[in-house]
């Protein structure tokens, strides 16, 4: 079973086109996680055009007072300021990505080998009982870059999904991905590595998704859950994606 963790920065993102305080990011996080969710992924920016450092504290305390089973998931580039915030805030699992502060959106793994000096670097920084570090990871990956990552103390990879979503209206040039991100996924689990999967995920694309990349252990999904909660609202949405996901 794969399990689900709802990433809340579109969430944030819609609320930030106003100075009001909602949509509540708090509070579509207790409908989702009520859903049944398994945990709760933000990406706190520098210049927190979507979630803001406030929120990671409000999430924080929310996750410990009311859902102590539900997992917390911080994505970001490892500079100075977001190791302090994680060792502050102490989540579950931390995905790091090799995202430049301009971009839009993550759009591209982490060169494991290239980067393993700095990879190895932080993630000793970032290493605490109880906490789990997770790799952006691109689906090409070769066997040099999961051992890279490896040796690097990392213990999961996220297979980025993007290049997948990407081929809505493509089968053929889906299908092509699919067995792409299904090869990059065994390496990992064959190396010891968990794996988990993200972006552009929907209701559409992951039963496919799930037919051919077996054994990972989480996928963050957000774009698509908040596009389908336009539809269904976020509680019988997250529903959905936890039954495909199951």
């Known amino acids: 079973m794969t399990l689900l963790s709802a990433n809340l920065n579109a969430v944030a993102q819609l609320r930030n086109r106003r100075d009001l305080p909602w949509p509540s990011v708090t509070g579509i996080a207790r409908v989702v996680l009520d859903a049944g969710a398994?945990?709760?992924t933000v990406h706190p920016r520098p210049d927190e055009r979507h979630i803001r450092r406030t929120d990671v504290f409000d999430l924080s305390e929310l996750l410990r007072a009311e859902y102590p089973e539900a997992e917390f998931?911080?994505?970001?580039?490892p500079s100075a300021d977001f190791v302090a915030l994680i060792n502050e805030i102490n989540p579950h699992q931390v995905t790091l990505v090799p995202d430049d502060p301009a971009q839009a959106t993550s759009d591209?793994?982490?060169?494991f080998v290239g980067q393993q000096a700095l990879l190895t670097d932080v993630i000793a920084q970032l290493k605490a009982p109880g906490r789990r570090i997770s790799l952006f990871a691109d689906p090409d990956t070769n066997q040099a870059g999961i051992a890279a990552a490896k040796a690097a103390g990392a213990d999961?990879?996220?297979?980025?999904?993007?290049?997948?979503g990407a081929c809505h209206d493509d089968p053929a040039a889906a299908?092509?991905?699919?067995?792409v991100l299904a090869v990059t996924c065994q390496k990992a689990l064959d190396a010891g590595l968990g794996?988990?999967?993200g972006h552009d995920l929907t209701l559409e694309n992951l039963p496919a998704f799930q037919a051919k990349v077996h054994g990972v252990s989480e996928a963050?999904?957000?774009h698509g859950l908040t596009a389908d909660a336009l539809l269904y609202g976020f509680a019988e949405a997250t529903?959905?994606?936890i039954a495909v996901l199951a």
């Open 195 to 197: 794996v988990n999967a």
């Open 175 to 179: 299908d092509a991905q699919l067995a």
């Open 73 to 77: 998931n911080i994505e970001g580039y």
């Open 239 to 241: 529903r959905r994606y």
């Open 38 to 40: 398994s945990g709760i």
């Open 156 to 164: 999961r990879i996220e297979l980025f999904t993007g290049p997948y």
């Open 220 to 222: 963050s999904i957000g």
């Open 108 to 111: 591209h793994g982490w060169d």
